[in-house]
């Protein structure tokens, strides 16, 4: 069995920053006392300084360092910071641009890290991966270490805009093709689908699938959010691998970003979008993704997301060698233009 950690806390509650101190020493004893870096962005002071202000007055070895981009460089220069400055523990605060840049940091650096979301977009806030920029190519995902605490104040994610949340959602629903072609691989090639990360992943799935509460802006659906989001991320660490969460529809996220850069589509969107494709190759019923989509009205055409006939075709014929070492449908149905047109034109309709 893959060993694997678990955060020392978790805390998803209305007004969790207006007692951040609390949590914090309660998730790391002592902190008060240890060398800490506050990393977020510049654009979240005015929303988030009351709360930073406050952090660093109860935390009087605390300092706060401003994220400006989602690069592996950017991550390695705050990792050098935390080296030189002997920090002891980093706080990401924000979205998912400063909370993988500080997750990675504080991996390289080894200490433990607290991530505080200000939105919620995608998987990575309990994942052991971080998603980062590398010159002149597309994102790359690197290994790392999950946080030791998530702390989610309800009532500052609410505000998050509806995209981000939208994209949250494509991304845990997208885990209804990632499980089935997990278990094609293990059909296929033996790997071995781990029962509780899939138990995990599809728990996550579910609560949304069959979540009553449709208002993107309510806090009981935030909370919801939330917990799905957390137990993708884990059901990834507890199966040392991201087969759990990721399958086919995301080899065409990875093929747009790839080849299509100039494609601005969130990363959550791509993979619904994908899923939406990867279910009917996979030859199952795609109305329960539909009507998910629906509901949260995440636009399923296409070509809204400036993805034409012609993108998405070509993205889809080379979505399997974007990672060669991964099994799923993608290895097992011919895909063929005229195959990959109509469903486009059915995407559309
Ligand atoms: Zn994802």
């Known amino acids: 069995m893959n060993q694997f950690n678990l955060p020392g806390c978790l805390f998803i509650e209305e007004g969790a920053c207006e007692r951040l101190n609390e949590i914090l020493a ?29 952090m660093k007055r109860d935390l009087p070895k605390s300092e706060l360092y401003l994220i400006e981009e989602n690069s592996f460089e950017e991550a390695m220069e705050l990792a050098k910071y935390i080296c030189m400055k002997d920090v002891e523990v980093i706080i990401g605060v924000g979205g998912g641009k400063v909370l993988d840049v500080a997750k990675y940091a504080g991996f390289v650096g080894k200490i433990s890290y607290i991530c505080v979301p200000t939105t919620l977009s995608n998987d990575s806030l309990s994942s052991p991966v971080a998603v980062l920029g590398t010159e002149g190519d597309a994102r790359k995902t690197f290994k790392c270490t999950i946080p030791a605490g998530i702390v989610v104040d309800v009532n500052v994610v609410i505000n998050a805009p509806l995209s981000h949340l939208q994209s949250g959602i494509g991304d845990t629903i997208s885990k209804y093709t990632a499980l089935y072609d997990w278990k094609l691989d293990a059909a296929h090639r033996g790997d071995r689908v781990d029962g509780f990360s899939y138990l995990l992943s599809d728990m996550a799935f579910s609560s ?48 747009l970003e790839e080849n299509y850069r100039e494609i601005s589509i969130s990363h959550g969107m791509a993979v619904a979008l994908g899923s939406l494709v990867s279910c009917r190759l996979q030859g199952r019923d795609v109305s329960r993704l539909e009507t998910v989509m629906r509901a949260y009205h995440m636009d399923m055409d ?33 895909l063929t233009s005229d195959l990959l047109g109509g469903i486009y034109d059915e995407l559309r309709r």
């Open 208 to 255: 949304l699938c069959y979540n009553e509460e449709k208002s993107l802006k309510s806090k009981e659906f935030i909370k919801i959010l939330t917990q799905a989001l957390v137990l993708g991320g884990l059901a990834m660490e507890i199966a040392g691998n991201s087969r759990p969460s990721s399958g086919s529809e995301h080899l065409f996220c990875h093929s």
């Open 302 to 334: 296409p070509m809204n997301w400036g993805i034409t006939k012609k993108i998405f075709t070509d993205a889809w014929l080379k979505a399997a060698d974007t990672r060669k070492d991964r099994y799923t449908v993608l290895n097992e149905v011919a």
């Open 26 to 54: 309660d998730c790391i004893p002592g902190i008060e006392k240890k060398r800490t870096v506050i990393a977020t962005e510049e654009s979240l002071l005015p929303i988030m300084g009351a709360y930073l202000d406050e």
